[in-house]
């Protein structure tokens, strides 16, 4: 894979770049993680130190790359089980529901916080840009970026594309000021097809898709915005996206599967989903006991 790659974090607690040969930048940092990991809203100080310190170490170690930290992207089920949170939103469906950027503008005291972090951090780490997860349309996507700026960031933003309606509306995304658009594949193929990821009908690869990646690449290029995909990746598809020019933002945690090479936290995600999962299962018995 001759072109180089982006990378993604989850919070592991690197020392020095990976393997820079394969990765330039630091694509996206999933802040969710970071809120999973303490187990803790972003409202509790303590875990807006938590993140504040891990940005500003990721943003020294490559302070001459971009990196790129996107707000936290919680389920209502995710959400629900952290210290600290305040709202409960009563949901059949937490993958539709409030996620993401919606979750952020109807809890502001959450992004509030989470904005007034990364703005922080941006003070003495200019190479730190935002991306906001599950935008909905352009509109919600200038709302989001209000409240940011409100807080005071004046750094680069971009957006992921995970909805179709957020693909219908791309022309008037790109009219937002933003200066990344990264596609979120898992999502936005699930919506696409109507499917769970791991159904024998989420193709990332098929035709249709393809389609969508070249449409959004071409849109972005014309409007000169930076455009990449992310999400959890196998090796032909990055290789299709390489060969069309595409980046591809891939997580740390795939490096052994995608390059055969070694990292030092190999176990880091695994072990956050499980936790949270035991977390989530408790919550909800305790909510089902309750009624």
């Known amino acids: 894979m001759a072109m180089r790659n982006q990378l ?14 394969l990765f330039h930048h630091v694509g996206m940092i999933r802040g969710e993680y970071l809120l999973r990991e303490l187990n803790q809203n972003i409202i509790l100080a303590s875990c807006q130190q938590f993140v504040k310190d891990y940005l500003e170490t990721i943003c020294s170690l490559y302070s001459d790359e971009e990196v790129w930290y996107r707000f936290s992207e919680l389920t209502n089920t995710e959400a629900n089980c952290l210290v600290g949170t305040r709202e409960f939103f009563d949901e059949g469906h937490p993958l539709f529901g409030y996620r993401g950027t919606r979750r952020l503008l109807a809890c502001l005291d959450e992004f509030q916080a989470e904005a007034h972090v990364v703005t922080e951090v941006y003070q003495t780490n200019p190479n730190l840009s935002l991306i906001f997860p599950f935008v909905n349309d352009a ?7 209000t409240v940011l700026r409100q807080q005071g960031f004046t750094g680069k933003v ?9 693909y219908f509306d791309l022309s008037s995304i790109l009219e937002t000021g933003i200066s990344k658009i990264v596609v979120g594949m898992n999502d936005l193929t699930s919506f696409v097809f109507a499917t769970m990821r791991n159904s024998q009908w989420h193709d990332m690869e098929s035709p249709i898709m393809l389609d969508m990646l070249r449409d959004m690449q071409d849109k972005a290029r014309k409007n000169k915005i930076d455009f990449a995909v992310a999400g959890y990746l196998n090796t032909s598809f990055i290789q299709k996206m390489n060969q069309l020019g595409i980046k591809c933002i891939i997580h740390y945690s795939s490096i052994p599967e995608i390059f055969d090479l070694e990292i030092d936290h190999p176990d880091h995600l695994k072990h ?4 949270s999962k035991k977390l989530q299962r408790s919550t909800h018995d305790t909510a089902r006991n309750v009624e």
Do not use: C, F, V
Request: net charge negative; no cysteine; proline share 6%.
């Open 8 to 21: 993604a974090l989850s919070g592991e607690k690197i020392l020095e770049k990976i393997y820079p040969q």
């Open 272 to 275: 956050i989903k499980e936790e």
């Open 158 to 166: 971009g957006t992921m594309i995970e909805l179709p309606s957020a």
């Open 139 to 145: 509109d919600q996507l200038k709302q989001a970026i």
